[in-house]
C-alpha cells in the first residue's frame, strides 16, 4: 500500500506563500485521484483540493483562486502551492488517494498563519 509523507509547512505571516509536498513511499500512476485535506483545532477534516491523473482539478471555495494543485507521477509526488494564505488557512494538512477509506492517513504537515 502506498504510503505519504507530508512537508513544506511552517509559519507564515498574512498575505505569504508556501509549498506543500505529498511524496509517496510507491508509485502512484495508477492512482487516478489524489487530494489535499486540511484540519483546523477543534473543527472537522475538510478537502481542499483535488487532482485526477489527467490532470483535472478542483478547489474548496475557500482556496479557490489562492491554491495550486499539481502532480507529478514519475516523481511520485503531489503539491500544493498556496498563497496569499490566510490566518483562516492554518490547519494541518494532510494528503491522501481516493477512494480514502482504502488509504491510512500520514502526519500531516502544519500550516500555521500569522495576522
Known amino acids: 500500500q502506498v504510503q505519504l509523507v507530508e512537508s513544506g509547512g511552517g509559519l507564515v505571516q498574512a498575505g505569504g506563500s508556501l509549498k506543500l509536498s505529498c511524496a509517496a513511499s510507491?508509485?502512484?500512476?495508477?492512482?487516478?485521484?489524489m487530494d489535499w485535506y486540511r484540519q483546523a483545532p477543534g473543527k472537522q477534516r475538510e478537502l481542499v483540493a483535488t487532482?485526477?491523473?489527467?490532470?483535472?482539478?478542483v478547489y474548496a471555495d475557500s482556496v479557490k483562486g489562492r491554491f495550486t494543485i499539481s502532480r507529478d507521477n514519475a516523481k511520485n509526488t503531489v503539491w500544493l502551492q498556496m498563497d496569499s494564505l490566510k490566518p483562516e488557512d492554518t490547519a494541518v494538512y494532510f494528503c491522501?488517494?481516493?477512494?480514502?477509506?482504502?488509504?491510512?492517513w500520514g502526519q500531516g504537515t502544519q500550516v500555521t498563519v500569522s495576522s
Open positions: 487532482i485526477t491523473k489527467a490532470g483535472n482539478t
Open positions: 491522501i488517494p481516493e477512494p480514502i477509506y482504502r488509504y491510512s
Open positions: 510507491g508509485s502512484i500512476v495508477s492512482i487516478n485521484v
